[in-house]
């Protein structure tokens, strides 16, 4: 792998995206984000908190899940900046993108094996993060894959089309974890999620159409270098409009992410169900039919109508989806919150990520894209913290700790609308925002 300098960090010359993509180019541009959701939505909603009781005493089990998972997320959020701004300076054959995301995919195949043969809770704390750091190296290169390929006015279906596949990634890895998990195969339920990613990152690397990055070469050395220097400078003050919609997306997911976490716990401790991680899988399926009925006309329709309102409509959803929990006293009950949830967060998967890549500067879209993920792991890192809230309040009453969990969630979701309809202004699809 080569690298070529610009300026202060090395940077590839930015090559505007061809006029014209083909309906399949959609998918390979996007296809790596399937296997991803499968992969996460299923180890993180089923497959960890199922596998945790083996380890941990029933009363400490949010703590240790919250905790595990927090450390996992943290490295998460600090790698995806840097691999993003690496491969935004990378020269290859293969182009700037695809050989991170092959080196990131190779290395999470690997800690999926090692999540597989744990037999103590130290040995599985260590294989997740490995995990987490691994997969955040492909990570960050694959979200400057609609930037460098698609035009700006094609942001929004291109966006739609990333949704439609993180969608059927997140049914499909949660009901297959949760039929595997249900049978005491967990093991099982890892090598498929394994054969998953494997397919997606071979289409994802035969299929993308990538032109050949090339220019004046650094060693890898001098170039780590500039990159830790510069992966995580935000310049605030150019950028405001894109620094207040991460807030904005802090906010809304930290709550769509305290609720996920510790839903299986929820299911199995309030509602008693017999079969807790098959249920959450009907919950995260319901939440996915939600996402599936507005998540691609979202994207399309705010290339014509614009993504502000979009986005504030979308997070006032979600918001209502979480506050409904406190009043569920059936399974039925938990579906159509559920249902609710899921039409906001299509919306706001679609229309928030097309916002953002109408906000990013494009000659370095894989940094400032991965530095979403500040917003994006960092929210999930801080919705895990509640794991101790959870068991405390569930010692004092029973159930207390979850409805505290949702109250606290909802109220915060609110607020991320409240911060777009403050802070961030209408793009619409005709051009980007001037700096400020």
């Known amino acids: 792998m080569c690298i070529l300098p610009q300026n202060d960090l090395a940077m590839t010359e930015h090559q505007p995206p061809a006029a014209v993509l083909r309906p399949k180019d959609y998918f390979f541009i996007n296809c790596y984000w399937f296997g991803l959701t499968f992969l996460w939505n299923g180890l993180h909603t089923i497959i960890l908190p199922a596998v ?46 695809r050989p991170w995301i092959a080196v990131g995919a190779a290395g999470a195949l690997l800690s999926l094996l090692a999540i597989s043969l744990s037999e103590s809770f130290l040995f599985l704390t260590i294989s997740y993060v490995l995990l987490q750091c691994t997969s955040n190296l492909a990570h960050g290169p694959l979200q400057g894959l609609i930037p460098d390929l698609v035009p700006p006015a094609r942001h929004g279906t291109a966006s739609g089309a990333k949704n439609i596949l993180d969608l059927a990634g997140f049914i499909a890895g949660a009901m297959t974890a949760g039929y595997f998990v249900d049978r005491g195969q967990s093991r099982l339920a890892l090598a498929v999620i394994a054969g998953v990613l494997l397919t997606m990152l071979i289409c994802t690397l035969l299929g993308v159409r ?131 949830l899921g039409a906001g967060l299509g919306s706001f998967l679609s229309v928030n990520w097309a916002l953002a890549t109408d906000l990013v500067p494009p000659e370095e879209a894989g940094k400032y894209l991965g530095l979403s993920n500040f917003a994006t792991a960092g929210a999930g890192a801080t919705a895990r913290l509640a794991g101790p809230l959870v068991d405390v309040f569930n010692l004092r009453a029973a159930g207390a700790g979850y409805h505290a969990l949702f109250m606290l969630a909802g109220a915060v979701i609110l607020f991320g609308a409240f911060l777009i309809w403050w802070k961030v202004p209408e793009t619409r699809s005709a051009g980007r925002l001037p700096a400020h």
């Open 52 to 97: 945790l009781l083996e380890f941990v005493p029933e009363h400490h089990k949010a703590t240790a899940l919250g905790m595990m998972t927090f450390a996992g997320l943290i490295l998460a959020m600090l790698i995806q900046p840097l691999s993003g701004a690496l491969s935004d300076a990378t020269t290859t054959p293969w182009g700037r993108r």
């Open 210 to 340: 990538e032109p050949p990055a090339w220019g004046e070469r650094l060693p890898l050395r001098q170039l780590l270098r500039r990159a830790l220097r510069r992966a995580y400078y935000f310049d605030v003050r150019r950028y405001p409009a894109y620094a207040y919609l991460l807030a904005a997306r802090f906010c809304i997911l930290v709550g769509i992410y305290g609720v996920q976490s510790f839903g299986q716990y929820f299911i199995r401790d309030v509602l008693r169900s017999p079969n807790p991680a098959g249920a959450t899988a009907g919950l995260m399926t319901t939440i996915g039919i939600g996402v599936a009925l507005l998540v691609f006309p979202s994207g399309y329709l705010s290339d014509r109508l614009g993504r502000r309102w979009w986005n504030i409509i979308a997070a006032v959803l979600c918001g209502l989806g979480v506050l409904l929990l406190l009043r569920v006293q059936t399974m039925g009950d938990v579906y159509l919150a559920g249902a609710v």
